[in-house]
């Protein structure tokens, strides 16, 4: 069954570092999404990504934060100078075209920690 | 805005217990609803859903009807076992896709 992979699964950082983590969507899939989940709280929205451009965003994702989508296969978040409140669990979810379906799935999520 | 709200946690049962997590809603429209399964260390796993009112979704055993009157989304189950031992997301979208999420129900299951 397809499924969606994210990488890597742990990341450690120092403040103020870039990091940049990776999803890869399943292949027929044209939106994708990230969210994040800090330790003991709801899962919350970041973004969201069709045709090449940011769809929707959140109020969390601020000029820190950015979206790729490199090549035919992967999908990047780049947060570009790390704050200890970044640590959290970051989910990258990906469904299809068809508007009638409403399904996300989930990556198994990368957990980062900024020291 | 859209919310979600969910019974707090954790809920602890007895293995082959009947099990109810409760979830209500607030929405402009008409959203679909979701459950999500999150088992320890894994990520967010679709449980069920229901896209209209009076749908009732259904998935290893667990259930949820969507009742528009009281808006909400009630998640059951007849007989629990050990393996069921999560945490337990509410979740709906509106016409935008963005998934709206409840806190999360941490469930013990205790043999």
């Known amino acids: 069954e397809p499924e969606v992979t994210q990488t890597p699964s742990h990341q450690v950082t120092q403040m103020g570092q870039e990091v940049i983590l990776r999803c890869v969507p399943i292949?027929?899939?044209?939106?994708f999404y990230w969210y994040r989940q800090i330790l003991g709280q709801k899962v919350e929205f970041l973004v969201s990504?069709?045709?090449?451009?940011?769809?929707?965003k959140s109020e969390i994702f601020d000029d820190q934060f950015s979206v790729e989508r490199p090549d035919g296969s992967n999908f990047t978040l780049k947060i570009r100078s790390t704050k200890l409140e970044d640590s959290a669990m970051y989910f990258c979810?990906?469904?299809?075209?068809?508007?009638?379906?409403?399904?996300?799935?989930f990556g198994p999520g990368t957990r980062l920690t900024v020291t | 805005g859209n919310s979600v709200t969910q019974m707090e946690g954790p809920v602890t049962l007895s293995e082959e217990a009947f099990l109810t997590i409760n979830c209500t809603y607030t929405?402009?429209?008409?959203?679909?609803l979701f459950w999500y399964v999150q088992y320890p260390g894994e990520g967010l796993q679709l449980l069920l859903k229901a896209t209209k009112a009076d749908d009732k979704g259904s998935n290893k055993g667990f259930e949820a009807t969507y009742r528009k009157e009281t808006t909400s989304f009630h998640l059951e189950k007849g007989s629990v076992q050990v393996s069921d031992s999560a945490v337990y997301f509410c979740a709906l979208i509106e016409s935008n896709y963005q998934l709206i999420w409840g806190a999360g129900t941490k469930l013990i299951i205790k043999p």
């Open positions: 292949s027929n899939h044209l939106y």
């Open positions: 979810a990906s469904r299809e075209l068809d508007s009638r379906v409403y399904e996300q799935y």
């Open positions: 990504f069709y045709n090449n451009e940011i769809s929707e």
């Open positions: 929405a402009t429209g008409y959203p679909s």
